[in-house]
């Protein structure tokens, strides 16, 4: 699969309630889990009222929406620390079965455009960890660079360096 054919495959949106049941099925997949520092086997009920308040979210400085691919919800994207004309990007792609397909740059490319469009952010920051190969080639591929090398945290169970990663549309 080949994205770079369909530019328009991949299209972000609002959260919705009945998303619940793909959230669910994420999980469920420990790759995910594991990758995205999601509790394993986390109780249904739990997960419920997390996913509601996701979809209900208020807040001025993080916004959180819907990532779709073949009219299915596949993950979502984030925009973390909303201040004047910046904001952090985050992408998650819930279905490990469909990591490394170019989603997720189809993804991060949507929620960019969305974000200038719509919020005039100008300046986005990115943060992956040193072992996240694809994370890492995915930000490099749509124009992020890197800024500096701070800090560490456990990636799939090992503990592995953060890199941060920075974006300006104005240059």
Known sequence: MNLDDNPIAVKI???RADDYNCVLNW???????SANGWEKDRNPQELYIWWLKCVNNVA??????????NKRLIGYADLACIKDNSAELGIAIGE????GKGL????????????SKHLGITVFNAETHDSNVRSRKMLERIGFKEISRIGSEEYLGVDSQLIQ????LRN
């Open 27 to 33: 999980s469920k997949d420990d790759s995910f889990c």
């Open 60 to 69: 001025d400085d993080f916004i959180r929406m819907g990532i779709e691919f």
């Open 104 to 115: 997720g740059s189809h993804s991060a490319k949507s929620m960019i455009d969305h974000a």
């Open 96 to 99: 490990s079965t469909l990591w």
């Open 13 to 15: 949106r609002n959260l």
């Open 165 to 168: 990663y920075r974006l300006n």
